[in-house]
């Protein structure tokens, strides 16, 4: 057997072996199958890429992880720089008051909300309909697992983007579950 | 009219407001946003549901990334044969 062919054969049983552990970890980093696949295929092609960085010396699942993690961080901070995202429509009037009063939206009153099922799915939901840069805005506090100053720094955007981000997109989702939810 | 114009500088609009409490879960606030963005939500009863929603929102998320961790996620045989397939060709 050729070496190359050697190696896609060891990068292929390590598929069988550790593609779902991979996937788990990158669908809780994302919180999207989609892309958590996308990721996932992305680190073996790497791996087959650049096996021989693989000196042997971690488990290949360490190896392995180690790629995916640059990968998701890539991914966070292609997708937090990309430009602007058009606002499908204004939250407030010319004088920045609400265009919506509260008697519009009295979700939020509502009793064990997050007890309901339904309520998390709706907003699961309604996360999926956001622009993937304002998605992750307000994921990254629980998946990179980081103070804000910290997140800023490895996604390379300053604090005040950083924010302004979260509000798009919390301004989205309270629309869409205006919306969805009553 | 007068009225109005010192509610202008002494408070903030609701889209600065609300602004102002994603801003506050970031960074710090200044003393003069404190104050401001306290005057205006102790008016407004949207912006005070708003800050009430983003928390709430905040929450599900959690909820819902630590109820996906849980589940058993799986890729298909289907992906990884075709990733397989794909690692076989990079190496013909």
């Known amino acids: 057997m050729s070496e190359i062919k050697e190696v896609s054969s060891m990068v292929s049983d390590w598929v069988h072996e550790y593609s779902d552990h991979l996937y788990s970890w990158a669908l809780y980093k994302t919180s999207s199958k989609v892309i958590a696949e ?13 096996h021989s960085n693989y000196a042997g010396k971690s488990t290949p699942k360490t190896w392995l992880t180690a790629i995916l993690n640059n990968k998701i961080l890539d991914y966070y901070r292609k997708k937090t720089k990309e430009g602007t995202t058009p606002i ?10 609400w265009k919506n009063q509260i008697s519009e939206s009295l979700w939020s009153q509502q009793d064990h909300l997050l007890d309901n099922p339904d ?20 994921l990254a506090k629980y998946t990179l697992e980081k103070k804000p100053d910290e997140i800023c720094q490895e996604l390379q955007i300053t604090k005040s983007n950083y924010w302004q981000m979260i509000h798009r997109a919390k301004l989205q989702l309270k629309e869409c579950l205006d919306k969805n939810w009553v | 009219m007068i009225g109005q114009k010192i509610m202008n500088w002494a408070t903030f609009s609701c889209k600065e407001a609300s602004e102002m409490i994603e801003k506050q879960a970031v960074t710090k606030l200044s003393s ?3 104050i401001k963005l306290s005057m205006h939500t102790a008016m407004c009863e949207t912006c005070k549901a708003y800050a009430r929603e983003s ?10 990334i630590k109820a996906q961790a849980e589940e058993k996620n799986n890729l298909s045989d289907e992906f990884k044969t075709n990733l397989i397939r794909k690692l076989e060709d990079k190496s013909e």
């Open chain 1, 38 to 50: 996308d990721l996932v295929q992305e680190t073996f092609l790497s791996a087959f890429q650049s």
């Open chain 1, 88 to 97: 499908s429509q204004t939250y407030f009037d010319e004088r920045g008051s």
């Open chain 1, 119 to 138: 309520f998390n799915a709706t907003l699961a939901e309604c996360m999926g309909n956001l622009p993937e840069k304002w998605r992750l805005s307000v």
């Open chain 2, 32 to 34: 003069a946003e404190k």
């Open chain 2, 55 to 64: 928390e709430l929102i905040d929450k599900s998320i959690l909820n819902h």
